[in-house]
């Protein structure tokens, strides 16, 4: 009897201390089935930190390289509006002769179906452009008129013939070392002076045809002329003989129209010099030779040797 009193209480006092050590297991969660708090913690910290757990990089004051590479932007992505979408971009690629040869012709014959404003209903036919796409200077002039609207042609009537005289009294041709293009491809009825509209219409296709043409040097003729490229209500007598910059990029130099210069008036002699001076500059800055007047004094441009 003794014995079995003893091995019943040995029992029991090992039941009690198997219960409370299960009773502790099971409170530190290292045995039994896990609570629910427990494992959904457990998940938390092992598949999903918090964002804090990673520092984010501190913005340094000078160029870092970033830890991910950027991609690179879409060749085709173009930042300026363009008459046509065409990849590669323009403006983003360097244009060679085949791409000159090839697009100028195709933007010309888009400009001739173009009813973008109410000039399509008016004008003869549009007016593209002269000279050479591959040359380094660039004039752009206001807009056609009569003459430039019979022969599709920029710059052809007594204005046009000044400015081929202006351009030989540089020392240049005509025909070989520039561009002419207007910012307007329709003329105005009675030449009168673009409406903003009409502007905004055409700045496109000027835009992709500077992109394809890519001219060292930009001279802009005249106040609608340069107000169109700067996007600047300044007129041009504050502003000729200034170097700016087209896009911020090509250089541009404002001058006085043709037009203006064979309007008489009491500053035309003054103006004609002031012209002179403007183009001797564009040819300093592409380092061509500056060709002397025949004559001592300032004469206009038409006087200079041609």
Same mark, same amino acid.
Request: glycine share 8%.
């Given at each position: ?30 045995? =039994?089935?896990?609570?629910? $708090?427990?494992? *959904?913690? #457990?998940?938390?910290? +092992?598949? &999903? @930190?918090? !964002?804090? /757990? %990673? ?6 004051? =000078?160029?870092?390289?970033? $830890?991910?590479? *950027?991609? #690179?932007?879409?060749? +085709?992505? &173009? @930042?300026? !509006?363009? /008459? %046509?979408?065409?990849?590669?971009s323009a ?34 036919q549009t ?100 107000g169109s ?78």
């Open positions: 009897m003794a014995e079995a009193e003893e091995l019943r209480g040995e029992l029991a006092e090992l039941a009690a201390a198997l219960r409370a050590y299960l009773e502790q297991q099971q409170a530190s969660g290292a045995t =039994g089935i896990p609570r629910t $708090p427990r494992a *959904s913690g #457990a998940r938390a910290a +092992t598949a &999903s @930190p918090a !964002p804090s /757990a %990673t520092p984010r990089p501190t913005p340094s004051p =000078g160029p870092t390289p970033s $830890p991910v590479p *950027s991609p #690179a932007p879409s060749p +085709t992505a &173009s @930042p300026t !509006p363009r /008459a %046509t979408a065409k990849p590669p403006a983003t690629a360097t244009p060679t002769a085949t791409d000159r040869a090839v697009r100028l012709p195709q933007l010309a014959r888009e400009i001739a179906g173009c009813t973008r404003c109410g000039l399509s209903k008016t004008r003869t007016v593209f452009a002269r000279g050479n796409p591959d040359a380094s200077i660039c004039f752009i002039g206001e807009a056609p008129g009569a003459d430039e609207d019979a022969q599709g042609v920029p710059f052809v009537g007594r204005a046009g013939q000044l400015l081929d005289r202006m351009i030989q009294a540089m020392g240049l041709s005509p025909e070989r070392d520039v561009y002419i293009v207007n910012i307007l491809r329709c003329r105005p009825p009675g030449n009168r002076k673009p409406e903003p509209d009409e502007v905004s219409a055409c700045m496109p296709y000027l835009q992709e045809q500077l992109d394809l043409v890519k001219p060292k040097v930009i001279i802009a003729l005249g106040g609608t002329a340069v490229l700067l996007g600047t209500t300044l007129g041009i007598t504050k502003l000729r003989g200034q170097w700016k910059l087209y896009r911020g990029t090509t250089l541009l130099m404002p001058t006085f129209h043709p037009s203006y210069l064979l309007r008489p008036s009491p500053q035309q002699a003054e103006a004609k010099k002031q012209a002179w001076e403007d183009l001797q500059a564009v040819l300093r800055e592409l380092g061509l030779p500056v060709p002397v007047a025949k004559k001592r004094g300032d004469p206009g441009p038409e006087e200079k040797p041609s």
